[in-house]
């Protein structure tokens, strides 16, 4: 199976659709006076649908086993079609398409067992997704318009003694995300220069500064005070969001020191110097911190 052991809980929710077509007005008028000799068809396939459901990743093999929260099926009678529809909702890392669908299909599957002694013309037509919400594709395109400055913080790597992939880490998540990168350095574990970093940047209006390094406990890991003074507004939800995130994957994040904040319209980041704890720290908030872009933008046209 494909491993999302990097992803977020989110709320996904899909609806699929199934269209049976019967032969007969007088197949319809069965199943509405319940005198199909096999029984409640809607009732008996609507079980059918959530059992389906449920063995979703028993059947197909690259599903993930998830936890439904809901499952619901609907029917809509138009002429000769019965329209189905299977809404399926989870709070969990990945989707619930392909579950929806199942649902879906299984209830025209088990709708036509019903009907087949009392009408050989019932077809199965056009099981398809109709929607889906939650996770990445809620977020589609939203770094297109943005600017980030990428800047590393390490006493070692600015003296050569060490390569960075932190940073790279970092900009690899965000260009993932269509967000152009206006700069890329690297800077000794000074807050002097740190704090010149985020004022120029803030001056020339980038968008997401991001830091990585510095957010440690030894004597030299000063980035958290160097922009601390300068914020104009944290972000602790942010900053729960990153340490919550590494901390299912690690304890040791809990002696990290992430800052998130504002100065104007820029997003400001403090973020672990470790290639992992920024990579974690990436994927624990993007792509929706791009989000703030969007109400800068609303409270600048309101």
């Given at each position: 199976?494909?491993?999302?052991?990097h992803?977020n809980?989110t709320?996904r929710?899909?609806?699929a659709q199934?269209?049976v077509?019967v032969?007969?007005?007088?197949?319809?008028?069965?199943i509405?006076?319940?005198?199909?000799p096999k029984?409640?068809?809607?009732?008996m396939?609507r079980?059918?649908?959530l059992l389906?459901?449920?063995k979703?990743?028993?059947?197909?093999?690259?599903?993930h086993?998830l936890p439904?929260?809901?499952?619901?099926i609907?029917?809509?009678i138009?002429k000769l079609?019965?329209?189905?529809?299977?809404?399926?909702?989870?709070?969990?890392?990945?989707?619930?398409?392909?579950?929806?669908m199942h649902g879906?299909s299984?209830?025209a599957?088990?709708?036509?067992?019903?009907?087949?002694?009392i009408d050989k013309q019932?077809e199965i037509?056009n099981?398809?997704?109709?929607e889906?919400?939650?996770g990445?594709?809620d977020?589609?395109?939203?770094?297109?318009?943005i600017s980030?400055?990428v800047i590393?913080c390490?006493?070692?790597?600015?003296?050569?003694?060490?390569?960075d992939?932190?940073?790279k880490?970092?900009?690899?998540n965000?260009?993932s995300?269509?967000?152009?990168i206006s700069?890329?350095?690297?800077?000794?574990?000074?807050?002097?220069?740190?704090q010149?970093?985020v004022?120029?940047h803030?001056?020339?209006?980038?968008?997401?500064?991001?830091?990585t390094g510095?957010t440690?406990?030894?004597?030299r890991?000063?980035t958290?005070?160097?922009?601390?003074?300068l914020?104009?507004?944290?972000?602790p939800?942010m900053?729960e969001a990153?340490?919550?995130?590494g901390?299912?994957?690690?304890?040791?994040?809990?002696?990290?020191?992430?800052?998130?904040?504002t100065?104007g319209?820029?997003?400001?980041?403090?973020?672990p110097?470790?290639?992992n704890?920024?990579?974690?720290?990436?994927?624990?908030?993007?792509?929706a911190a791009?989000?703030?872009f969007?109400?800068?933008?609303?409270?600048?046209?309101?």
């Open positions: 199976m494909v491993d999302i052991t992803k809980n709320l929710i899909a609806t199934a269209i077509k032969g007969s007005v007088a197949t319809i008028q069965a509405q006076n319940g005198t199909v029984g409640d068809v809607f009732e396939s079980a059918a649908g389906a459901i449920k979703t990743p028993g059947i197909l093999p690259d599903c086993p439904i929260e809901f499952g619901g609907k029917y809509e138009e079609e019965i329209k189905i529809f299977c809404t399926i909702k989870t709070i969990y890392k990945t989707g619930v398409e392909v579950e929806a879906a299984v209830v599957l088990n709708i036509y067992d019903m009907l087949k002694p019932v037509w099981i398809r997704l109709l889906k919400k939650g990445k594709s977020y589609k395109a939203k770094g297109a318009s980030a400055a590393v390490s006493d070692s790597i600015s003296q050569g003694q060490k390569e992939r932190a940073g880490a970092i900009i690899a965000l260009e995300h269509g967000v152009q700069e890329y350095s690297i800077i000794p574990d000074e807050v002097d220069q740190i010149e970093k004022k120029s803030v001056k020339n209006q980038t968008q997401l500064i991001i830091f510095g440690g406990l030894s004597p890991d000063q958290p005070e160097a922009i601390l003074p914020l104009e507004r944290r972000i939800g900053e990153i340490r919550s995130y901390q299912n994957r690690t304890n040791y994040s809990m002696l990290s020191r992430s800052v998130a904040g100065i319209d820029s997003l400001i980041l403090a973020l110097g470790s290639t704890g920024a990579k974690e720290s990436m994927q624990a908030i993007f792509p791009l989000h703030i969007d109400i800068f933008k609303g409270a600048r046209h309101s």
